[in-house]
């Protein structure tokens, strides 16, 4: 912990934590009003609205389970389960807030016109088709350049957080705890932990935090997301960097004791989803486990199906109602995998799969 929080008393801390999370719910927040005024509603003009199969919001949950996530975010700082996080100590200067401000305000512009032209496969090109697969290949959320380039990696987190409205961090910290127990009984500096999917690497940077002598590899299929985690992550040791589809990895089998999956579930279609289950349990050591972290389903929080319904119609999500229907353990089930331990999370569910022992 940095010297200036380390020196705080408790109660000290806690109204640090505070005003840091409500200065950044209400950053994010404003950004999130802002960018649905520019998207419009969900029907185009004139067209007939969406049949809704669930019931209406229950916004007293909403609210309930929102201060909640960060009860327990609190309370695991407080008793020492993780760190106090580096996104609240470090808070970005003004400059860096104004360009990211500034940024999101213009791109959210061009993604409207995409939501409204029902562009999402700009990056389909016959070049793209020769590296990445089909699925891979589009403008998840309608953003600028898909998953491809130097500046969607650059705007990616502040596009999260503003669609979470500031609590991502909080939802992802959630894993933590997992992964603690996960470790428990390992010498860490032998351990080894897998993330899947890692995007610009700012949950596997959360990881390093608690445990800067664990062996970590970032693997991702984007190019450009990969060397994102790079730059982020160059203070830390012992981390390795892997480009290549989950679906093959490449990696040795039965050589981690903890892989992970933060939100990449829901962006894969249904064969891709098992391909990648299968090869997680290839990865994993015996007595290994698997922890995934993705949205809640339906029926996880029964008064927030409708949002769950409406979300890839609000977005361009094509695989995100399939995910919210699979029974994910028997899917993981069917590669020797077995639920231990979940958590619902506000938006987000964490799972924990642990893997036959021999």
Known sequence: MAPA???????????AYS???L??????TGHYAYGRRVMGPLTDPGSAPYAEKFGPLDRDRLKTSFRELFR???KNIATGVYKFPGELRRPP?????WRQSRDYLRDAEKVARRKHDHAHSEVLTETHREKYPRYFLQNFHYQTDGWLSDDSADRYDMQVETLFTGVAGPMRRQSLPFIRAALSGHDITQAKLLDLGSGTGTFLDTVKENWPALNVTAL???PAYL??????MGRWKNVDFVQANAEDTGLAGNAYDVVTAVYLFHELPPRARATVAAEIARLLKPGGTFILTDTIQFGDEPGFDILLENFPRGFHEPYYDSFCRTDLEALMGQYGLKRVNDKVAFLTKVIAFQKDGD
């Open 23 to 28: 200065a950044r719910v209400v950053w994010f």
């Open 72 to 74: 327990d975010d609190w």
């Open 93 to 97: 200067s003004f400059s860096h807030l």
């Open 220 to 222: 991702d299929l984007s």
């Open 19 to 21: 005003a840091s999370q």
């Open 227 to 232: 060397n994102k985690t790079r730059a982020s």
């Open 5 to 15: 929080i380390a020196s705080l008393t408790n109660g000290a801390k806690r109204a």
